[in-house]
């Protein structure tokens, strides 16, 4: 054979390289070579993909320990289906158990599906531009390596008591540009033990009023390690 390929895979990049010999590369060849390499990447590495298991209907799924489900904004959407097939993509021996950071984006979901409260190996979830109404009760508890939580661009309109109990590793919560008009006395006070939670964004909601937890916040910083909380544009 006069030429060969060697294909290498580096910080989740694709590196290809042809050595030639002194003799004439056919190109048609070498295509063929890189088609038989791709394939055999995307069976094996699962590279782009979800290793296999199935992406919810017009969604994009990408990455592996971090996922992210992308539904691009579509409207064409069976709500049932597309909750049922997320519980099935986020229940799977794949993913459970393995998932470090999940992103449902771009969705027409009204409701935080039940799977997402059952992966306890979550450090980051991010569920931005969908249709939230609400954050589910005895949901979120039960995450307790979250410590970057971001839902920005939903429809929320309540923060009820005890939504985010026991976070102890939440560093970071971000709430922009929802509906919420009304907090519990007890979300963010000192008995819902979120130690370390230094950033709250609450900008462009619909708050008229703040009530004292804003100052519960307060106690848990320091001259040097100032909580910063956001609430512009609000009402």
């Given at each position: 054979?006069?030429c060969?390929?060697?294909?290498?895979?580096?910080?989740?990049?694709?590196?290809?390289?042809?050595?030639r010999?002194?003799?004439?590369l056919?190109?048609t060849?070498v295509?063929n070579m890189?088609?038989?390499c791709?394939?055999l990447?995307?069976?094996?590495?699962?590279?782009?993909?979800t290793?296999?298991?199935?992406?919810?209907?017009?969604?994009s799924?990408?990455?592996?320990?971090?996922?992210?489900?992308?539904?691009?904004?579509?409207?064409?959407?069976d709500?049932?289906?597309?909750?049922?097939?997320?519980?099935?993509?986020?229940?799977s021996k794949?993913t459970?158990?393995?998932?470090t950071?999940?992103?449902?984006?771009?969705?027409p979901?009204?409701?935080v599906?039940r799977?997402?409260?059952?992966?306890?190996?979550?450090?980051?979830?991010?569920?931005?531009?969908?249709?939230?109404?609400?954050?589910?009760?005895?949901?979120?508890?039960?995450?307790?390596?979250?410590?970057?939580?971001?839902?920005?661009?939903?429809?929320?309109?309540?923060?009820?008591?005890g939504?985010?109990d026991?976070?102890r590793?939440?560093?970071?919560?971000d709430?922009?540009?929802?509906r919420?008009?009304?907090?519990?006395?007890s979300?963010?006070?000192?008995?819902?033990?979120?130690?370390?939670l230094?950033?709250?964004?609450?900008?462009?909601?619909?708050?008229?009023?703040?009530?004292?937890w804003?100052?519960?916040r307060?106690?848990?910083?320091s001259?040097?390690?100032k909580?910063?909380i956001?609430?512009?544009h609000?009402?």
């Amino acid at each position: 054979m006069c030429c060969w390929l060697k294909l290498t895979r580096c910080n989740s990049q694709i590196q290809f390289i042809v050595y030639r010999p002194a003799c004439n590369l056919i190109m048609t060849s070498v295509t063929n070579m890189l088609l038989t390499c791709l394939l055999l990447l995307f069976t094996q590495f699962g590279v782009g993909t979800t290793t296999g298991t199935q992406c919810p209907t017009n969604c994009s799924c990408t990455g592996d320990t971090s996922l992210v489900v992308d539904c691009r904004g579509l409207s064409d959407f069976d709500l049932k289906q597309l909750s049922d097939q997320l519980d099935s993509l986020l229940s799977s021996k794949v993913t459970y158990g393995r998932l470090t950071s999940l992103s449902i984006i771009n969705s027409p979901l009204t409701h935080v599906p039940r799977s997402v409260c059952r992966l306890t190996t979550l450090t980051e979830l991010y569920l931005d531009h969908n249709r939230l109404s609400g954050l589910p009760d005895n949901c979120l508890t039960n995450l307790k390596n979250l410590d970057n939580l971001t839902v920005s661009d939903n429809s929320i309109l309540t923060l009820q008591d005890g939504v985010f109990d026991g976070l102890r590793k939440l560093y970071r919560l971000d709430l922009r540009r929802n509906r919420i008009g009304s907090i519990g006395l007890s979300v963010f006070a000192t008995s819902s033990h979120l130690s370390n939670l230094f950033y709250i964004s609450l900008s462009q909601n619909n708050l008229t009023s703040l009530e004292p937890w804003f100052y519960d916040r307060g106690i848990i910083g320091s001259p040097s390690f100032k909580v910063w909380i956001n609430v512009t544009h609000n009402k």
